[in-house]
């Protein structure tokens, strides 16, 4: 069951690198409003239909004035990412914009473990997390530099500007 899990991850992340591309192609179609009001509207008709079917444990009314803030808190958010998303696809690329991304989940979740943020359960930090994420990082500017450097860099080249930025 576990790998099935790890399959779903995999499969989320697949499908949100493939959104970002349509919602930039799209926006540059329609504009980038149309393209925020049409997302959301469709987002949000199989949402509402799955509600109708398998009701909240509190109700509809009882859902909505309990969780009117994290409802809103999380539009918001939702909001934003698919805004700077969006633009940043269109001019940086869609595997920058993605690798920024997944860098900075992992930077976000693991102080959210760290911490036990939103009553999440506390998963403190190790010298193998750190150095794991340090790794990633590495990777991550790597391929961002590489588009700056082009295709007949040399490793020395591709490494210089990392090592500055550490050093």
């Given amino acids: 069951m576990y790998f099935l ?5 995999l499969v989320g992340g697949i499908m949100i690198s493939i959104q970002g591309v349509i919602n930039s ?21 199989p949402a509402l239909i799955f509600i109708l079917i398998k009701r909240p444990s509190l109700g509809i009314k009882g859902a909505l004035n309990k ?14 990412i698919v805004t700077v998303m969006t633009l940043s696809i269109s001019e940086i690329g869609a595997l920058n914009a993605f690798v920024l991304v997944v860098l900075g989940q992992i930077i976000a979740s693991a102080i ?16 193998t997390k750190v150095v794991s994420i340090l ?33």
């Fill in 25 to 45: 192609s799209g926006s540059n179609v329609i504009g980038l409003p149309a393209m925020l009001a049409f997302f959301s509207i469709a987002q949000a008709l």
């Fill in 135 to 167: 790794i990633i990082f590495v990777g991550v500017a790597l391929l961002v530099i590489s588009d700056s450097i082009g295709d007949s860099a040399s490793a020395v080249q591709v490494m210089q500007p990392l090592l500055e930025v550490i050093l």
């Fill in 67 to 80: 969780g009117w803030k994290w409802i809103v808190v999380s539009g918001l958010v939702g909001t934003t």
């Fill in 112 to 127: 959210a473990d760290h911490f036990g943020f939103l009553g999440i359960e506390k998963q403190p930090l190790n010298v």
């Fill in 5 to 9: 899990y790890l399959l779903f991850a």
